[in-house]
């Protein structure tokens, strides 16, 4: 009886997540139950906010009134340095200019009427004032014909050319998504010809991984290989995109041997899964076979995102373990420390997890189209509502890159492995806390002792920096931390010669005092270009005298070429 009682339960919670997109209801409700009660309380607080939305009109009137003056006035309120809708001249031009002040200093005034309200949980104020954000970026006057001048000159341009081309991108992109199809203009960058092409052979595989081998590009290369560990929430590429801007090819010119670890894309068939067989199959396998392959004693090992996290859990459990092979961890935008995961953490408490949950228990996977709505989310205006203008209504399709190919080509995470990281991680914060448990025993973070460079990013919505700054109060080894320019993909596709880069730098040494992310940003030392040379010139100097590169496999030791790089597993949909 518990058995059927626990599988109704669990497939009512999997239809509620397929209708909401696995946005939990119930969270929602609570926060603005929470909000409204608080609020209705709060006469002072009541009076505040009808002070604050009176003097918000006197500003919008004393605008217009300067404004029908034949003038140009200051403006009363300047959108967000980030926010880059109201950016052409045209929004200047009366009406506009008062229907992008009325949005503007509305907005501003419903982020002061959901925030600092006393008596509301910060979960639930973070997930009102987001939700409030969402509707108000849904109804912004630049979504409508009628209120955006850019889009109604785009219209008498055109002579409405550019509604039907919306119309036909709009036709050609439902059709893609029914068909299953990747995105338009992805076809330019095919995995293994334009991306991902870095030469290299396959030299080891299991069902979880395969290992990728490159080829030497000089003469001699450093005796310590290097082992790239991505995340699997994506596919590897992203650190070998196009030969311009590819990590890996970069990493091989500079005279390192490249390893890096290509995740099988699970299926309901692999929905047992979990964090212990990706720590087990995945890096504790590959440098067993690195070390067999180069004979070398140490091997620098380098994660990316949850990639590093669970290189981060791999290192010390190895530390443990008193295994010594690893000669330094370098961890790119990968957090150890969850109690402050940014805007992620919205979608992360009991209710929602048990929506993910029963949605991945019903079909033993969580879906790469789950994942992308959210991160789009976090970025509605960048990343949904500007490319619905310019594609749809605009009729001008961005040309599409490398990375936003790379961008359509989702994974999927397996039930248990998923279902455990949100808990364990997200939730309850085991790694930092020392409750998290590998080889069934718990780790410690502490226990770490080699060098680790770490490369936060300023803009970054799914690992903030400061929390990926984090492992500075969990460990005393070296941390050589880097904070550079860009978001959570390109600030780490960030190739010299790249315009517009910058990135910031220190290093606290071994058993120094751990800075705080405040007293870091002040003493760190702000350069110019990309941060790629800097990680270079450090692995160098945990590294031995170059030598003659190692044969690419070892099949005298049953590890022979199984085919060439890219591999099989990244091909797979």
Aim: proline share 6%; charged share 20%.
């Amino acid at each position: 009886m518990d058995g059927l009682a626990t599988t109704l339960d669990r497939s009512s919670f999997a239809a509620i997540a397929q209708l909401t997109s696995g946005q939990s209801p119930a969270t929602l409700a609570q926060s603005f139950s929470d909000w409204w009660t608080h609020i209705l309380c709060s006469p002072g607080r009541q009076l505040q906010l009808a002070a604050k939305g009176g003097r918000k009109l006197m500003r919008l009137a004393d605008y217009a009134m300067r404004s029908a003056s034949g003038s140009d006035p200051e403006p009363a309120i300047n959108p967000l340095p980030q926010d880059r809708r109201f950016a052409d001249a045209a929004w200047k031009r009366h009406p506009f200019d008062l229907i992008e002040q009325a949005f503007l200093l509305q907005q501003q005034w419903w982020h002061a009427a959901t925030t600092g309200v006393s008596g509301v949980t910060g979960h639930h104020e973070a997930i009102v004032e987001f939700a409030t954000r969402q509707m108000l970026d849904m109804v912004s006057p630049t979504n409508f014909i009628p209120t955006n001048p850019v889009l109604q000159q785009r219209i008498l341009e055109t002579g409405g050319q550019c509604l039907v081309e919306g119309a036909r991108f709009f036709c050609d992109d439902l059709e893609r998504l029914v068909r299953g199809e990747p995105a338009a203009g992805t076809e330019a960058y095919r995995v293994g010809e334009k991306v991902a092409a870095t030469a290299g052979k396959v030299v080891f595989r299991n069902r979880v991984m395969e290992l990728i081998q490159y080829a030497p590009a000089t003469e001699t290369v450093r005796p310590e290989p290097i082992l790239i560990v991505p995340a699997w929430i994506m596919k590897y590429y992203i650190l070998d995109l196009s030969p311009e801007n590819s990590l890996i090819r970069w990493l091989v010119g500079q005279g390192y041997t490249v390893f890096c670890i290509s995740w099988h894309n699970p299926d309901s068939a692999d929905r047992d899964l979990d964090m212990e067989d990706y720590r087990l199959l995945g890096p504790m396998a590959a440098v067993d076979v690195i070390q067999v392959i180069t004979g070398t004693e140490k091997i620098h090992a380098a994660g990316y995102c949850i990639g590093g996290t669970l290189l981060a859990i791999t290192a010390a459990a190895m530390a443990r373990d008193e295994d010594e092979r690893l000669a330094s961890v370098t961890l790119f935008a990968a957090q150890t420390e969850f109690s402050e995961p940014g805007e992620l953490g919205l979608f992360i408490d009991e209710a929602e997890i048990n929506l993910i949950d029963a949605m991945m228990w019903a079909r033993g996977f969580l879906d790469s189209s789950q994942m992308g709505g959210a991160f789009q989310m976090l970025r509605s205006n960048d990343l949904l509502w500007s490319r619905i203008l310019s594609t749809y209504l605009m009729g001008e399709r961005e040309p599409m890159t490398d990375l936003m190919a790379w961008n359509a080509d989702g994974t999927r995470m397996p039930y248990a492995m998923h279902a455990q990281y949100l808990r364990r991680l997200f939730l309850d914060n085991d790694l930092s806390e020392g409750r998290y448990e590998a080889g069934g025993h718990p780790v410690s973070l502490s226990g770490l002792s080699m060098p680790i460079f770490m490369v936060g990013t300023e803009t970054d919505h799914v690992a903030p920096w400061r929390s990926t700054h984090k492992l500075h109060m969990l460990t005393g080894a070296e941390i050589r931390f880097v904070l550079t320019s860009g978001g959570h993909n390109a600030g780490i596709v960030s190739e010299p010669g790249h315009p517009h880069r910058h990135y910031r730098i220190a290093t606290r040494m071994q058993d120094g005092p751990a800075p705080g992310p405040d007293a870091w940003l002040e003493r760190a030392e702000v350069r110019e270009g990309s941060w790629w040379p800097e990680w270079s010139s450090w692995l160098g100097s945990h590294s031995g005298e170059a030598a003659a590169p190692p044969a690419m496999g070892a099949p005298e030791r049953n590890y022979p070429p199984l085919g060439d790089a890219p591999g099989r597993y990244v091909l797979e949909r």
